[in-house]
């Protein structure tokens, strides 16, 4: 099975059209279609529909679509294996990460990693658990970085602890306490983010038997806490999501107390590629340090 032929099937469907494909390649559209259709010639079987408004998977595509990126990833692998024997230092690490990671703690360890590989092509993807954990079993990302959940079905590498607080506008009944009594979400008009869905907050909440009055649903922290500022509701929240906000919010710790783990998760760090390799050394090293974190 020829690598251009799984690439350009790779990128048609991440882009959903030849056109967008063939920019993205450096080739023709036609040149994309001619090589998809070979690929679905040697297969047996359509991968894409093909459309006016562009293509979409096919069921044997959808299927098909993480093995081929697989395939694709063992190649890279073994090019950089080959670099790395010859003392070259090559490749690409597709990370994943929350966005209060990817903003307070990844910048620097990216910073330091290029000054030392500056041939390594690194993408930070930033999304929500859901999306995160669909890239990793797609391939489409090497790591995460994310919180500790059960269960967790990746090589697991801790970093830090941070604890969860609530957020609250500076006028809140409570806002001049010491701490915020977990109970009272259900008196108050809660905004959940991760599309209402955000599995930290909902474990934290199941576990003390707290059904709160979600009144808004956002997609990331950042509107939950301008909603906060502006005396919308309050909301629960890692405190590094809070970093840096402290005008018209207060934040205080739980009771009880509850805090999270950050770390990353890897499909396999023995099977990672070179690069993945040395980006985890980098990262571990770097952020384990609570010094180097600030």
Known sequence: MESARCKAFVAAAECGSFTAA????????????????????ELGFPLLDRSRRG?????EGERFLPEIRGFLGKEDHIYEL????????????????YPSVATYWLPAVIREFQTDYPEIELRLMEGIRQEMLE?????????????????????????????????????????????YPLSRCEKEDFIMPALGHDVDVEALLTENRIRPHIKFTT????????????????SIMNE???????????????EPEK??????????????????RRFLEYAVRMLTRPERRE
């Open 135 to 179: 890239w990793i079993d797609q391939g489409i990302a090497d790591m995460g970085f994310l919180t500790y959940t059960e269960p967790m079905d990746y090589e697991w590498i801790p970093l830090a602890e941070d604890r969860m607080v609530a957020v609250l506008p500076v006028d809140h009944p409570l806002a001049g306490c010491e701490s």
């Open 259 to 276: 805090n999270l783990t950050f770390g990353i998760a890897v499909p396999s760090v023995r099977h990672a590629s070179p690069a993945s």
């Open 55 to 59: 293509v979409t998977l096919t069921g």
């Open 240 to 254: 590094l999501c809070t970093t840096g906000w402290n005008r018209k919010l207060v934040k205080l710790p739980l």
């Open 22 to 41: 063939a920019g993205k390649l450096g080739y023709t559209p036609s040149g994309v279609s001619q090589l998809v259709t070979a690929l679905e010639k």
């Open 82 to 97: 080959a670099a790395e024997v010859r003392g070259l230092t090559v490749g690409s690490v597709a990370i994943a990460s």
């Open 219 to 234: 997609l990331e922290n950042p509107a939950t806490l301008a909603m906060i500022q502006n005396g919308l509701g309050m």
